[in-house]
């Protein structure tokens, strides 16, 4: 059975940083697409960042394309979130979802696995 377990949230100041981690377990994750989203109160689960397991193929929606980076370390069945020049508006709980296949989806009905998410929140 698939298990993600997403740690690192926290409060930071506007412009500051913080890294989001992904622990998986119970499979081989070299067939599976993660995806990172989020979700503010009263909106919907967001797309913010994805990664091909095998190659390392990234995506990223333009909302934060240049400030996110997501990575994953095989060795420790660990995807990550790298967030720069955090913004106020990056205030949500963050998710780490996963599933398997080739195509990176942003919906999140495409994704079979979910952790149980990590608060982020963005002071002004």
């Known amino acids: 059975q698939v298990q993600l377990v997403e740690s690192g949230g926290g409060l930071v100041q506007a412009g500051g940083s913080l890294r989001l981690s992904c622990a998986a377990s119970g499979r081989t994750f070299s067939s599976y697409i993660m995806g990172w989203f989020r979700q503010a109160p009263g909106k919907e689960r967001e797309f913010v960042a994805g990664i091909r397991w095998s190659g390392g193929s990234t995506y990223y929606p333009d909302s934060v394309k240049g400030r996110f980076t997501i990575s994953r370390d095989s060795a420790k069945n660990t995807v990550y979130l790298q967030m720069n020049s955090l913004k106020p508006e990056d205030t949500a709980v963050y998710y780490c979802?996963?599933?398997?296949?080739?195509?990176?989806?942003?919906?999140?009905?495409?994704?079979?696995?979910w952790g149980q998410g990590t608060q982020v929140t963005v002071s002004s």
């Open positions: 979802g996963g599933r398997r296949g080739t195509a990176v989806l942003m919906s999140p009905s495409g994704y079979d696995y």
